[in-house]
């Protein structure tokens, strides 16, 4: 059974945009993203596989939907192309997300599979202001390894 907590609850518009679309849903209760459905599964100019969910959505001013490869992906030879999807609240048009070949192996994604998860998050409005200095850390400007292996 799934509780709904509505103080983190947001209801989101969307619309089918293919006989094939299946709704965006959680697998189990607390999951942070929900999973996308291949409706339709082709290819592109540059060769990714281009995986169609068949859905649109209305994500709300503040808010954005992050794309993510699901951890069964690592069954596949295939990698999503841009990392993490950004989907932005003005975006409405069909959601898609699309892999490149990292492999030999065989298997791909069929129509009907998971293909990808959706998280939609709020974010902050950001303003820079340069300043001649920036306040200490203990960190400082360690970069990639500083803090170990």
């Given at each position: 059974?799934?509780?709904?907590?509505?103080?983190?609850?947001?209801?989101?518009?969307?619309?089918?945009?293919h006989?094939?679309?299946?709704?965006?849903?959680?697998?189990?209760?607390?999951?942070?993203?929900?999973?996308?459905?291949?409706?339709?599964?082709?290819?592109?100019?540059?060769?990714?596989?281009?995986y169609?969910?068949?859905?649109?959505?209305?994500?709300?001013?503040?808010?954005?939907?992050?794309?993510?490869?699901?951890?069964?992906?690592?069954?596949?030879?295939?990698?999503?192309?841009?990392?993490?999807?950004v989907?932005?609240?003005?975006?409405?048009?069909?959601?898609?997300?699309?892999?490149?070949?990292?492999?030999e192996?065989?298997?791909?994604?069929?129509?009907?599979?998971?293909?990808?998860?959706?998280?939609?998050?709020?974010?902050?409005?950001?303003?820079?202001?340069?300043?001649?200095?920036?306040?200490?850390?203990?960190?400082?400007?360690?970069?990639?390894?500083?803090?170990?292996?």
């Amino acid at each position: 059974m799934i509780i709904k907590n509505n103080v983190n609850s947001i209801k989101i518009k969307f619309k089918k945009m293919h006989p094939e679309a299946v709704t965006p849903t959680y697998a189990k209760n607390g999951d942070a993203a929900m999973d996308l459905y291949a409706a339709e599964a082709t290819k592109d100019q540059w060769g990714n596989h281009v995986y169609l969910t068949g859905i649109a959505i209305e994500i709300p001013p503040g808010f954005v939907g992050l794309l993510f490869p699901r951890s069964s992906v690592s069954k596949t030879c295939l990698s999503l192309a841009n990392s993490v999807g950004v989907v932005d609240s003005g975006y409405r048009g069909e959601i898609m997300l699309k892999y490149r070949r990292t492999g030999e192996a065989n298997p791909f994604y069929s129509c009907g599979d998971r293909v990808g998860q959706i998280m939609i998050m709020p974010y902050p409005q950001v303003e820079f202001i340069e300043a001649e200095e920036l306040s200490n850390t203990e960190r400082g400007e360690g970069g990639f390894g500083s803090t170990g292996s």
